[in-house]
């Protein structure tokens, strides 16, 4: 990877520096992704199947998976896999459980009660990528939260030919509409509805350029009124290192992201010379042993190795480039950890891959993308559910506030918001 040395750069060369990859922008993107969900709103079932030809290069006869489909699938899993899936699903469900909402019930003042309640999204629509790589894991990380929530109808879409062992973790996972459509169409299908796919009323998933801008454009669409957890799009992971850091382990994690596709972007920060310098000759020689070697090579031309002066720095260049996963390999990664403002995920320590949060150890991989962690939160169960206010006043709780609401209503030139107020007041004065 290209070594640039950072207090060197004018601020204009550091913008460019964190800039993602060139790949993720595209003029045409925009356009061709609204012709491909005005095709599906138009066609419904014919135009996914007819996308499916175009794009997958596979004929389905039915978008749906029969139950008999499904069990024939589960049974082609190997059992060691099966066994894998069941860990993480243990340790996921454990840390979404613990993050069920408690609600806030209490009085603001006398006889006034305001609470805060939750209720699950009735109907979400779950996009699980395939194409290069079948992401099995990401049917836990949405099914799970989904299914604690208490989502009453998950609906799994997926690219066709669905690999055996995402039919089996969904299925693990207590799904059972499961449909063979991939892509924007896929995203398409989930906000307008078609003949064999329900319309649904919040989408979740990662996925391509095309999947992203396809989310985007249907969240903002007001005939479809559906709305997308977050923009998550190509992956992408920074490391904080210094010179004490394991070089290997580094390029290592580096192209765990790179080879997720030629759109991912990889970056290291480092005080150390040295350590940028073996962390290239690392990757030299794991990038030659990789199956996805041409995919994670294109990925690394848009990647770069940052020289800073100390680790505060470090945390400064990293809250700039806003990562999904954040790596902090250092001696001490938990006085690093105090100064990260924006990140998706973290992994502290020599020993914490970003693979185990892919896969098992209980967070969410689901994650904001393109510096958008600087706004945008990981997913969590939350994200499964709507929150509503309630306020309940008693007589003496009215006219302990009504003046006060009265003189900023007349404040704001509402009248009949002060009204509404004093007719209330007139009526207890009058008993």
């Not at 609204?34 to 596979?58: E, M």
């Not at 999947?211 to 977050?230: C, G, L, W």
């Amino acid at each position: 990877m290209q070594i640039l040395d950072w207090s060197t750069l004018s601020e204009v060369q550091q913008a460019e520096a964190l800039a993602r990859s060139p790949l993720v922008g595209d003029e045409n993107l925009e356009q061709t992704v609204a012709s491909i969900l005005q095709q599906v709103r138009q066609d419904g079932d014919d135009a996914l199947l007819a996308l499916s030809r175009k794009f997958d290069g596979v004929e389905i006869a039915d978008i749906k998976l029969s139950a008999e489909a499904i069990a024939s699938a589960c049974s082609n899993v190997p059992q060691s896999l099966k066994e894998a899936i069941a860990q993480a699903i243990a340790n996921i469900e454990t840390f979404h459980n613990a993050q069920k909402f408690q609600g806030v019930d209490l009085e603001t003042q006398p006889g006034i009660r305001c609470e805060l309640r939750t209720e699950a999204i009735e109907k979400v629509g779950l996009y699980i990528p395939g194409g290069s790589a079948p992401l099995i894991s990401t049917v836990l990380m949405l099914a799970l939260p989904a299914k604690i929530a208490g989502c009453d109808q998950r609906v799994l879409v997926s690219p066709p030919p669905i690999n055996d062992a995402i039919v089996y973790a969904a299925n693990a996972c207590g799904i059972d509409e499961i449909y063979q459509v991939g892509g924007a169409q896929a995203i398409a299908a989930l906000a307008f509805g078609s003949q064999s796919v329900p319309k649904v009323d919040k989408i979740f998933g990662p996925g391509n350029r095309f999947v992203t801008e396809a989310k985007r454009q249907v969240s903002q669409d007001s005939q479809s009124v559906v709305s997308i957890d977050m923009p998550a799009g190509p992956s992408e992971v920074l490391v904080i290192a210094d010179a004490k850091a394991e070089p290997a382990f580094i390029a290592a994690d580096l192209l765990s992201q790179a080879e997720h596709g030629p759109d991912s972007q990889v970056m290291l920060v480092t005080d150390s010379e040295t350590l940028a310098a073996q962390v290239n000759t690392a990757l030299s020689a794991q990038l030659e042993a990789l199956p996805r070697k041409e995919m994670a090579s294109v990925a690394l031309l848009s990647s770069r190795t940052l020289l800073v002066k100390d680790m505060a720095q470090a945390a400064a260049v990293s809250n700039l480039y806003g990562p999904e996963h954040l790596i902090v390999q250092t001696e001490s990664p938990r006085d690093i950890l105090k100064d990260i403002r924006a990140a998706g995920s973290v992994f502290l320590g020599a020993y914490t891959p970003e693979s185990v949060g892919d896969y098992a150890s209980g967070t969410n991989h689901v994650l904001p993308t393109y510096g958008y962690s600087r706004s945008v939160s990981s997913l969590s169960l939350a994200d499964f559910s709507r929150r509503f206010t309630v306020q309940e006043l008693t007589p003496l709780g009215l006219q302990n506030l009504g003046n006060a609401v009265m003189t900023m209503a007349e404040a704001e030139q509402l009248d009949a918001h002060k009204n509404a107020v004093a007719l209330r007041l007139a009526k207890l004065a009058e008993e």
